[in-house]
């Protein structure tokens, strides 16, 4: 900004937005006073760089608040949670997996857990059918981000939304 500017010739750009030309540094800054405006550099690596006539309050201002919209644009990626048992029914797997497809087309990923009650224990492999069972239901519009584990008396695996499949939908 004004006096930090170190290259000898800069391209001026005016307040309103129209090009002023390549002009000496001297010439820009004196331009620049001359308005009760600063000179900001705001290409410092195009050549030669360019820098433009603002008020640098309001530019700043600006600039801040742009930023801020930005970052509040910018959606954290959770990671969503569907817990159901061995013995569920196809239905209410159904109304589930409608829970877990919104989760997936808001984009966030799903940890499906099933537990294992009792003398369930004692039949793992239901769970691991039940496990795939859910990982075919949504084909090719999901991508298995970890594979079902068994820890305990429980087996998790997680999901997204694969978005490959959806451009090719569309």
Request: proline share 2%.
């Amino acid at each position: 900004m004004n006096g930090a500017i170190r290259a000898a010739n800069v391209r001026v750009i005016d307040e309103d937005g129209s090009q002023l030309g390549v002009l000496s540094k001297r010439e820009a800054l004196d331009l620049a006073a001359e308005r009760g405006l600063d000179l900001v550099e705001v290409s410092p690596n195009a050549d030669p760089p360019v820098c433009k006539i603002v008020d640098w309050g309001k530019y700043n201002y600006q600039k801040t608040k742009q930023q801020s919209k930005s970052r509040m644009n910018a959606k954290a990626l959770e990671v969503k949670q569907m817990r159901f048992g061995m013995k569920i029914g196809e239905h209410d797997l159904g109304v589930k997996l409608g829970k877990v497809t919104k989760f997936l087309d808001a984009g966030h990923k799903v940890k499906l857990t099933v537990f294992y009650r009792g003398r369930e224990n004692a039949h793992k492999d239901l769970g691991f059918k039940l496990a795939d069972k859910v990982i075919e239901s949504f084909g090719e519009t999901i991508i298995v981000d970890q594979k079902p584990q068994l820890s305990g008396k429980q087996l998790s695996f997680v999901i997204r939304s694969n978005t490959n499949a959806k451009t090719k939908e569309s």
